[in-house]
């Protein structure tokens, strides 16, 4: 696999565990108990390399 179409996967791959965290609802719990501010993050991995998206609720 090239590095390109690799690194193309892996940031998907990251985009994807946020739509994880959105689809499970998991900060809907956080805000019950009273947070007001939630930073989601979205990682992939390969060996190696890494690949993270942040995003704040």
Do not use: C, H, P
């Not at 590095?3 to 719990?29: F, M, W």
């Amino acid at each position: 696999m090239n590095l390109r179409k690799d690194s193309k996967n892996l940031k998907k791959t990251a985009k994807s565990a946020l739509k994880q965290i959105d689809d499970r609802n998991y900060s809907e719990g956080l805000k019950y108990e009273g947070y007001k501010e939630i930073v989601k993050i979205g990682m992939g991995f390969r060996k190696k390399d890494v690949e993270v998206v942040v995003e704040e609720e």
